[in-house]
């Protein structure tokens, strides 16, 4: 694996960890800050190594808590009530697919 591709996945399991470890009132921001270092990395790795196909679902997590951070930023109603099973199934999910991106390279 080249290096920003590491740094990527470095960054999703850092998301997938805030998101998981954090309460729920004080993971907004350092969602935000995490995922949009880790857009930042995306599109560094893109303009220098160059995209591709087998990291698929590690570029689909980064723009997923990106767009879930920013919704979760902007929006004073409050979070999104997703019910506490499908978000840990998702989360699962996740961390399954990070770790089987990893270990292909």
Known sequence: ?????????VSNIGLLAL?????????????????GTATLLLVI???VEGY??????????????LAISIHAYFN?????????FLLGSAYTV?????VVTTGYE
């Open 1 to 9: 694996m080249r290096l920003f591709e590491v740094l990527l996945l």
């Open 19 to 35: 998101a998981t470890l954090l309460k729920k009132g004080r993971r907004r921001i350092p969602v935000f800050v995490a995922s």
């Open 45 to 47: 790795h893109g303009m």
């Open 52 to 65: 591709r196909a087998l990291l698929i679902f590690p570029y689909c997590i980064t723009i997923l808590f």
């Open 76 to 84: 004073k109603a409050g979070p999104l009530k997703i019910p506490r």
């Open 94 to 98: 996740m961390a399954i697919v990070l």
